[in-house]
């Protein structure tokens, strides 16, 4: 099957460590992006990247980090600087982003908790 | 700075049509509308997107006014399992102007079908 996985589902992390969000995709697509939603809220961009050992900023990129060694993973570090790290993160690919036409596919999320 | 307006929340009868709005008066020429909807604590879903005319797919109907300032997506028969939140965006075709094909998810609309 493929897709996006993410892991874990849910996480806790006591205040003032780093922590770091797995995404993994066997879809062999180009582009990976990694989102945050607060309650309520709709999805903000955090990093984005368009193709291996390359990435960019979003909107919302103090206190991440990502690396994208490997096309199929992106990684994502959430460290203490960042003020409310609780959240719901998403990761998502998509085929690239050179085409008129770009579907996004989201993994199915990691709830993080910060004590 | 999400560029759409949809109504927070709307009910539907399990079968009937559900009809979700969107106004995007500020539309630029080369932006598409997509549409996906996020089941409860999951990865959003695409749904369908347009550019001028209407689209269909075994999802859904995408209804587009000729001033492009609008659009309805319309679920011809609507199950329990459509219960979500349906997020309207626009994105600029060529993602060389837009980050490298970032969604701006505003608030949406939150679905719930009843039986």
């Known amino acids: 099957d493929g897709g996006i996985t993410q892991s874990p589902k849910y996480l806790f992390r006591k205040e003032g460590q780093n922590v770091t969000l797995s995404c993994e995709q066997n879809l062999n697509h180009d582009a990976m992006y990694w989102y945050r939603q607060d309650p309520g809220q709709g999805l903000r961009l955090i990093y984005y990247s368009q193709i291996v050992n390359d990435f960019q900023k979003g909107d919302i990129a103090e206190g991440y980090s990502v690396s994208r060694e490997k096309k199929e993973s992106f990684p994502l570090t959430v460290t203490s600087a960042q003020k409310n790290p609780t959240a719901f993160y998403l990761c998502a690919s998509s085929i690239d982003v050179s085409g008129d036409y770009n579907e996004q596919f989201f993994g199915p999320g990691t709830r993080l908790t910060v004590l | ?115």
């Open chain 2, 1 to 115: 700075d999400a560029k759409t307006t949809q109504p927070p929340s709307m009910d539907c009868a399990e079968g009937r049509a559900a009809n979700l709005p969107c106004n995007h008066s500020t539309i630029s020429g080369n932006e598409y509308v997509y549409w996906y909807r996020q089941i409860h604590s999951q990865g959003p879903q695409y749904i369908i997107h347009g550019l001028k005319n209407n689209e269909t797919n075994e999802m859904a109907s995408l209804i587009i006014t000729e001033d492009r300032k609008s659009s309805t997506l319309i679920l011809p028969h609507a199950t329990l399992r459509d219960t979500a939140v349906y997020y309207c965006i626009v994105r600029v075709g060529n993602p060389i102007y837009n980050q490298g094909g970032k969604l701006i998810f505003g608030q949406g609309t939150e679905l719930s079908v009843k039986p």
